[in-house]
């Protein structure tokens, strides 16, 4: 029998084991319909958020809604949430727990497109850019989910 080098045979089972392995690995990269339907309700989380909190502000909208004094959100509450929501970012941690309060207390798509308008007239930045730069995918989602099925007024 004929000496092989074990370096050509480790390359062999390399080549093998890639070309076999290549089709195991596609297989398992492919997403499922349910992990589909769930990254597709994801994005439309995320949509609906950067519509409502980088939208047209507060004030341009107005005109379009039929705001009044019974809809209309409160302006010191919309300042104490924003408040809270600026003091829960830190240097080395954030409160996401008082962030989410903060949006599962908001009564409608309106109250937080007022918020969104308050935060930038108090501190000059957008809140989805200000939440995005701080909190990771996943909660940017679940800020989404708590906005997305609030009543517009």
Do not use: C, H
Not at 34 to 61: F, H, M, T, V
Not at 104 to 133: H, I, M, T, V, W
Request: charged share 20%; aromatic share 10%.
């Amino acid at each position: 029998m004929k000496n092989i080098n074990p370096l050509y045979l480790l390359i062999g089972a390399g080549v093998l084991l890639l070309v076999g392995g290549g089709f195991g690995v596609t297989k398992l990269l492919e997403e499922s319909p349910e992990e589909k339907e769930q990254r597709q309700k994801a994005n439309d989380y995320l949509k609906i958020l950067r519509e409502i909190l980088s939208g047209p502000w507060y004030q341009n909208i107005k005109a379009s809604l039929n705001i009044t004094p019974a809809n209309m959100p409160n302006p010191q509450k919309l300042t104490q949430k924003a408040n809270i929501i600026w003091d829960a970012i830190g240097i080395f941690s954030d409160n996401e727990a008082a962030i989410s309060g903060v949006f599962a207390s908001l009564k409608s798509k309106l109250e937080a497109y007022a918020l969104a308008g308050e935060f930038r007239n108090r501190f000059n930045r957008d809140l989805f850019q200000y939440l995005g730069k701080n909190l990771n995918r996943e909660e940017m989602v679940y800020l989404g989910s708590l906005i997305a099925n609030k009543p517009d007024q």
